[in-house]
């Protein structure tokens, strides 16, 4: 059974500079900078069928590519806490992105997918950090901010069945397109 989800990759330069901010946080498991990636979409162990049909669906966006940029570090968890993560700028274009998938992978027979969308690069899982530890590092590190980039694709991963974790293998690549330049200015 694959477990899938789909996703944004991380271009190699906003990779490198995210990589620097390793370190310098006990009880953190970081993230290898070859598989920073924003998830649109978490789908799960799934049977080949509903992959496919998943894979189909997605076949069926026809979006414009966007900018994004990622906008200083968080904690996830409060008070226990369990990821170090880096925020993404507000962006209207990867929240419609985003509805679409969940649209569509409810019609490939998908449950709903309960929790609000937060928009998030994990760049370490936390285990034994206190949220002090974790106050520490992030006044420590202040303000992230990555340079732009442009989304012109979205992909569908897979990771190792239930252990969820890297390295994600690419089952399938969708454009997004310049869609605005055909007769819309
Ligand atoms: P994370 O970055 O917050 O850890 C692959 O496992 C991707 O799917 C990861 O980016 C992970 O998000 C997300 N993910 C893993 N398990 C999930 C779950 N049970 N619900 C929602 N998203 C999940």
Redesign the pocket.
Known sequence: MP?L?T?IEIPADVAESLSMLRGGLPGARWVQPENY?L?LR?I?DVDDVVAREAAYMLGQVRREGFELRLDDLSA?GGRKPR?L?ANVAPSQPLMDLQAEHERLMRRAGLEP?G?KYTP???LA?LRDSSSRQVAEYLSARGMFRSLPFQVSRFVL?S?RAST??GP?IEEAVYPLAAYAAIGTR
Request: without cysteine; aromatic residues 24%; positive net charge.
């Open positions: 477990r989800f996703g990636h998830t978490f799960g996830f990821a993560v997918e929790r998030h690069v994990t899982r991963f990771s969820g974790g994600y």
